[in-house]
């Protein structure tokens, strides 16, 4: 485990409220906005800032191929950009990963990540995501977000003996959280009968369990801890898994199906960050939410609890924002999804939380450490970060 | 590429919007032995690709490659037609579809399809996961994905 | 702790028939096989290729790839950036060996070049701006300044062609695929300094001419074993080159215009610098990479020879 003093940190976080459409921003309008609050809030100087990576995931949505050539100009290190970083819905995480490496081998001293994202300017998502797709196997069915999340819920259902209504225990959970939130784009509560009753995108999965069509933007700067509110990065774990595009399974290989692949992602950030037990040495955790199922397997994958047991116990009161081990305490995916921007999301959450500034979505403190994930493409890949301050 | 004006689409809070769209013609390539279990579809045969080595994995659809132990598969082999729903989903419509992944008798994958002869309201039942099933072809098999679907065995 | 290269390979062509996976999955193990490792000794795998190029989205490829259970990273934008992400992750310690695989079909470019949607939809891409007509307006501007001829950038692009294809016949777009794998203490290339610099689209300060962009990320160079510019034009590959002046042997391996695959190119170059390297001995040298349209972003790694090159 590297030395507290030569980890890197997140020294300033920023992000902008969430909504449907944001058509008074353009693209680069949203980084630059992002770019120089979280540059102030870390302290510093624009020209302190010696290194800038734009995580992108696709970007048909916005209508411009590689948007670095577009979307970097005039922002703080424009001109020492160290690259696009895209790995889907993980592309913020796997980013801070990588600046993380960039402060720690000395390469860079002040590295900035930003993404932003407009979810309405292509008329839908089906375009940009059916690039997902190998176009010789699509035809067997439509293997899409919807669908592959579905697939996993029944399967959950199955192994567990659970009925479909287990799926609304997280939303409920979130979507209270997000009254608090005043970056959240969804701030309205919903109970159980109005998530169930919702439509049904894919059975078993409702409309209401799935996170909205949102347009956001965040931005985070790593570098040596410089001041009593930077938290530390104390390890990232990244695991590669599932076969491409969800045509085919791995029955006895692979996880996609049980979460077991979140496991693997955690278990490389615990090891680097030097945690054995989750449920004793965490204060929280901002879990990728973007379909109910996946905060399910994400907190069972993260260790926080037995295998079949998360809905149970967040019906019980566990998992809350007034719990023990809070997950999602500012609502999370649910209450507002970019999808490049999302992962830098939950670090920007996670730091407020850490650093005693998160407001009326304030979870306690005790041990300084909090655990971060995000999900790339049909679920390949996973990413999980340890923070601690 | 023209300097015409693009059209501006009208929007109900009076934005303006330049419409455009992006076209990138793609030349898709298929894997090979997935061409050649298409022709075999044609005579209702299923192939799978057996990887080699010990740990060969048996791959359905078949792919070049095994991602798993990353070597090349040129082996193909015959494979169901039974098999066991892995898991399911519904998608909803004035004719409801039940997509489910089934694990072929000898293969080590899982793969996707549809299955047919399900009652709609037979289809939310859990009872499907695990459930033995078996491939059935259509009378005149053209060489593509509609040339078989799956259906409970009894 | 240094990350050095330990073994590469690559494959290029003016069109691959057929799709470009067994192309990838040949040259890792080719890769693989050089550096004397298993894909099993791999901790992370780093890809670099454009969504546009391949119709898919490459992050949910990366088993393709080599990435099945490794710690994976996409970098599209440049082979700069990929490496120096590579040597970065190694220098932290956070990976021990690096997959680093790059590819691209980027012969259909020749059909319909779809890097107009590269270009911003409120100014540039209603005026009718492309890439053949940004690197026109470079190429012209770089000529009225008196700093090239188009007959130099000919030649230079004959030069280039003879080098990659064995003939005289400059080729805008190509099809290929390199892997790379670095390690600590590697036997091969060892990365030393590396200087950076981007502009924008149309770089602020109306300059053009990418000899003051190399000019500012290189170091002086005592002697440089090689020295390889890449870049997507033979008008500024001409001008990266005026950029280093007392250079001896530059370009061996042809630069990558005249074999430009995508964003991954100069990993075919850096390949084939590997492969010489061990050949003629301890060598140092630089790779230059200028990205995008017009070059500008400029990635220049400095390497220092390392140990004895392991056959």
């Not at chain 1, 509560?189 to 078993?204: F, G, K, R, Y």
């Not at chain 3, 990350?3 to 028939?17: E, H």
């Not at chain 3, 701006?129 to 950038?153: F, H, K, N, P, Y």
Request: net charge negative.
């Amino acid at each position: 485990m590297r030395h507290k003093d030569d980890m890197a940190a997140i020294l300033g976080v920023a992000q902008v409220p969430m909504r449907t459409r944001i058509p008074e921003m353009t693209y680069p309008d949203l980084l630059a906005t992002v770019a120089a609050r979280a540059v102030e809030d870390a302290g510093l100087a624009r020209d302190e800032i010696d290194g800038l990576i734009l995580a992108q995931a696709p970007t048909a949505t916005l209508g411009v191929d590689e948007p670095q050539y577009w979307g970097i100009a005039g922002l703080p290190g424009a001109h020492a950009f160290l690259g696009r970083v895209h790995v889907a819905a993980a592309s913020g995480l796997s980013a801070v990963r990588l600046a993380a490496s960039y402060v720690a081998s000395g390469r860079a001293k002040h590295v900035l990540v930003v993404a932003a994202d407009l979810a309405d300017e292509g008329d839908s998502l089906r375009g940009a995501l059916a690039q997902m797709h190998d176009p010789f196997t699509s035809g067997q069915a439509p293997i899409n977000a919807i669908t592959a999340a579905a697939l996993q819920s029944t399967h959950y259902m199955a192994t567990h003996g659970v009925s479909e209504r287990i799926f609304a225990a997280p939303i409920v959970k979130n979507r209270l959280n997000g009254v608090g939130n005043p970056y959240a784009q969804l701030r309205k509560p919903v109970t159980a009968e109005e998530v169930l009753d919702s439509p049904v995108l894919s059975w078993p999965i409702k409309r209401l369990e799935s996170s909205p069509r949102t347009s956001g933007a965040a931005a985070v700067v790593i570098g040596k801890a410089n001041s009593k509110r930077s938290v530390r990065i104390e390890g990232f774990g990244n695991f590669a898994g599932a076969k491409s595009i969800g045509a085919q399974m791995v029955p006895g290989w692979t996880s996609y199906l049980d979460g077991s692949d979140v496991t693997q992602a955690a278990q490389r950030a615990y090891s680097a960050a030097g945690i054995s037990n989750p449920q004793q040495e965490l204060d929280f955790a901002e879990v990728y939410t973007s379909f109910s199922i996946f905060e399910l397997l994400s907190i069972e994958g993260l260790g926080l609890c037995a295998k079949g047991e998360a809905a149970r116990r967040i019906d019980a009161g566990e998992f809350h924002r007034g719990s023990r081990l809070p997950v999602n305490a500012t609502g999370g995916a649910t209450c507002g999804n970019p999808i490049s921007a999302g992962a830098l999301v939950r670090i920007a959450d996670a730091t407020a939380q850490l650093r005693g500034e998160a407001g009326d979505c304030q979870v306690e403190i005790r041990h300084g450490r909090a655990v971060v994930t995000a999900i790339g493409g049909l679920f390949q890949t996973h990413e999980v970060g340890v923070l601690a301050i | 590429m023209s300097g015409a004006r693009e059209q501006v689409r009208k929007d109900p809070e009076g934005i303006e919007f330049v419409q455009a769209s992006w076209d990138v013609p793609q030349k898709y390539h298929a894997d090979p032995l997935l061409l050649k279990f298409f022709e075999a579809l044609k005579e209702k045969q299923l192939l799978a690709a057996r990887a080699s080595g010990e740990k060969g994995r048996v791959i359905f659809p078949p792919t070049s490659f095994c991602e798993v132990t990353f070597s090349a598969v040129t082996e193909l082999v015959p494979i169901g037609p039974k098999g066991r729903i892995v898991t399911f989903t519904i998608l909803p419509g004035t004719t409801p579809k039940l997509i489910v992944f089934v694990q072929l008798e000898g293969a080590d994958t899982a793969s996707a399809g549809y299955l047919r002869g399900v009652p709609e309201g037979e289809m939310t039942s859990l009872s499907l996961v695990g459930a033995p099933c078996t491939v059935v072809f259509a009378d005149e098999p053209k060489g593509d994905w509609s040339d078989f679907w799956f259906e409970l065995i009894d | 702790m240094r990350a050095g290269i330990s073994g590469a390979a690559y494959t290029l062509d003016r069109q691959i028939a057929g799709g470009m996976d067994a192309v990838v999955q040949d040259v890792i193990q080719r890769a693989l096989a050089d550096a004397a490792i298993q894909l099993a000794d791999v901790d992370m795998v780093i890809t670099v290729a454009s969504d546009a190029l391949d119709g898919m989205m490459v992050p949910v490829r990366s088993d393709m790839a080599g990435g099945f259970g490794k710690s994976y990273l996409n970098i599209p934008s440049s082979a700069g950036h990929a490496l120096m992400a590579a040597a970065s992750s190694i220098e932290a310690g956070d990976a021990e060996t690096v997959l680093l695989v790059g590819w691209g079909a980027a012969s259909k470019l020749a059909e319909f070049d779809s890097r107009t949607n590269q270009f911003d939809p409120f100014y540039l891409r209603p005026l009718g701006a492309s890439v053949a007509t940004l690197q026109a307006m470079q190429e012209q501007s770089l000529i009225d300044q008196g700093l090239i001829s188009r007959e130099d950038v000919g030649l230079l692009a004959s030069r280039m062609s003879e080098i990659t294809w064995g003939k005289s016949e400059p080729a805008t777009f190509c099809d290929g695929a390199a892997a790379i794998v670095l390690q600590q203490n590697a036997a091969g290339l060892i990365f030393d300094h590396i200087g950076f610099a981007s502009r924008a689209q149309i770089p602020l300060d109306g300059n053009l001419d990418p000899a003051i962009w190399v000019e500012e990320v290189t170091k002086k160079l005592e002697d440089p074993g090689f020295i390889e510019i890449c870049g997507q034009s033979p008008s500024f590959e001409l001008r990266a080159l005026a950029a280093i002046p007392g250079a001896k042997r530059t370009n061996a391996h042809g630069g990558s215009s005249q074999g430009w695959f995508g964003p991954a190119s100069p990993l075919r170059n850096l390949a084939a610098l590997h492969a010489a390297a061990g050949e003629s001995g301890r060598q140092s040298g630089l790779l230059i990479d200028l990205a995008g349209p017009l070059g500008q972003h400029v990635t220049a790694i400095q390497f220092r020879a390392g140990g004895s090159h392991a056959a």
